[in-house]
């Protein structure tokens, strides 16, 4: 029989991380639609979806007008969000978590898309912002919603949103991998075969719907480096001092833009409480911002995801050192003003381009070095560092890229640079946030050693003449095999149960009295590293 329960449920999770996939590969493709239609209203005064994210932002038709495009786009989010959704003004990523962890799994529906409109509008409008963090609110709302119909308990709701969120970024990102890992890392409470299933299955069909059946097509070039450049020992021991010096200066940076995008967010609230005209003045400032960037070099470059500033660089692109330093700034900024004061989006991109520039300008120190491994290895570790999700970032730049190659360097400058940020600002930009509201997350998993302990391993062994004591007449009484977290529970929720006899089939062979309960509730705590 318990092997027909497992057989039903290895099907169950199947077919929901199936489903999970195909709705939020559907989801990732119209929000890209939605990210052009916006894009090309705003900046070119067409009526298109399409859109070629390496293809820089031609001069708008307004001219010097465009200052005030960001601004309007930010009072049309700023609408929405007041009257129809005030929570997806949340900071995607964050919210989810917050669900997951706080609120039993349950995300409102009309999430979905409000914050799909909004986004798009705020990227599209100028805002220097990512999308995994809506797509991953977007998604998961529905994988929450689906949750409700089918009736799921809040343990299956979070493995649905987990499911869902991977769904959406690897269709948004076309990269299954780096959902999967961005999921088990930062949103997924406990990881297991069964439950990394569905999330699994969510991702690789959502990348291929979206790219196959709706045709979105690679973020980036693919970049090959010259053979043997990171293989032999010998050239590794070249790029060690590079890597060090760029994982230093990358978690700096992650520190400086975590604590600078939650201060910016803090004194906006502050001194602005009325959210159209904090959101309106901090996208004003970034549309002057995009005006300067085009008046001196003739792009905006700052503006909305930054695919086209990568793609240019991994091309071989030149820029000199002052401009790489200019653009890492003006994208800072731009990415604090477009946050802070209300900005509708995530950090994932806002981080790879922050992370090129420094990968760079670090390469200008080492010229014999290949310039594409100091680029990779930057947006690795700024993705790391910025967010938490160490993994995730290193193999996002590859799968980005196709250029798998360069995965070892990217992990020495992102633990070099995820530490270095540990040390100085704690934990990644969610872990912060979420803890800075009184809603602390844990940064990485712990092993759920309680789950293979039963209830016959931690009782207390008496003989049956012992059990005739009156005061084990009110007690419950339990299997041997009734795993320890379902005990506890129990214990946890009985009115007046001072603890539990434990049966051996229908024979007595022990006791869970409040003493042995509560000596196991704190080992359970001091197995948590």
């Known amino acids: 029989m318990r092997y027909g329960i497992d057989f039903f449920k290895l099907v169950e999770h199947i077919t929901l991380g199936t489903f999970a996939g195909l709705v939020s590969g559907a989801a990732a493709v119209l929000f890209h639609e939605c990210i052009g239609f916006f894009h090309n209203l705003f900046f070119r005064g067409t009526l298109s979806f399409q859109l070629d994210e390496l293809d820089f932002t031609p001069e708008a038709p307004w001219k010097w007008g465009v200052i005030f495009v960001p601004a309007v786009g930010a009072l049309a989010v700023a609408f929405l969000i007041r009257h129809f959704a005030p929570r997806a003004h949340a900071f995607g990523m964050s919210a989810v978590i917050r669900a997951i962890y706080y609120r039993h799994s349950r995300l409102n529906f009309m999430l979905a898309p409000v914050k799909m409109i909004v986004s798009a509008i705020s990227i599209g409008s100028g805002g220097s912002i990512g999308r995994e963090g809506p797509i991953i609110q977007i998604t998961a709302a529905l994988g929450s919603t689906l949750g409700r119909i089918v009736r799921v308990r809040a343990r299956e709701r979070s493995l649905l949103l987990a499911a869902a969120s991977a769904g959406g970024v690897a269709g948004a990102f076309d990269t299954p991998l780096s959902a999967v890992l961005i999921v088990a890392e930062l949103m997924m409470p406990s990881l297991t075969a069964m439950t990394l299933l569905p999330v699994t299955i969510s991702a690789v069909v959502s ?183 160490i993994a995730t970032g290193i193999l996002m730049s590859c799968e980005l890229t196709g250029c798998y190659e360069t995965m070892a360097p990217c992990a020495v400058a992102s633990v070099i640079a995820w530490g270095v940020r540990q040390m100085l600002a704690g934990g990644g930009f969610y872990a912060y946030r979420l803890r800075r509201g009184s809603f602390p997350m844990p940064e990485g998993l712990q092993s759920a050693v309680w789950k293979t302990l039963r209830a016959r391993d931690v009782m207390r062994p008496l003989n049956p003449e012992d059990l005739s004591d009156p005061q084990y007449a009110s007690w419950g009484r339990i299997e041997g095999d009734l795993p320890l977290d379902e005990v506890l529970r129990r214990w946890g929720r009985g009115e007046r149960i001072c603890g539990f006899v434990v049966l051996d089939k229908t024979r007595p062979c022990g006791v869970l009295g409040e003493h042995e309960l509560r000596k196991n509730c704190v080992e359970v705590a001091d197995r948590m590293l």
Request: charged residues 10%; aromatic residues 10%.
């Open 207 to 389: 990348s291929i719907a979206a790219t196959r059946i709706f045709g979105i097509g690679r973020l980036l070039p693919e970049v090959a480096i010259p053979e043997g450049a990171v293989g032999a020992a010998g050239e590794f021991a070249v790029l060690f001092p590079m890597l060090a010096l760029l994982g230093v200066l990358a978690g700096l940076m992650g520190a400086g833009f975590i604590l600078g995008v939650c201060r910016s967010e803090k004194l906006f609230s502050e001194k602005l409480p009325n959210y159209y005209l904090r959101h309106g003045s901090g996208m004003l400032l970034v549309g002057v911002e995009l005006e300067l960037f085009f008046v001196f070099t003739g792009r905006y470059y700052v503006d909305g995801l930054g695919y086209a500033f990568l793609g240019s660089l991994l091309d071989g692109g030149h820029y000199s050192i002052l401009l790489l330093v200019a653009l890492g700034a003006g994208k800072f900024l731009s990415t604090a003003l477009t946050l802070g004061s209300g900005g509708s989006g995530g950090i994932v991109c806002p981080s790879l381009f922050l992370g090129a520039a420094l990968g760079a300008l670090v390469g200008r120190l080492f010229p014999s070095i290949p310039p594409e491994i100091p680029i990779l290895a930057g947006m690795s570790a700024a993705v790391g560092s910025n967010t938490g999700a």
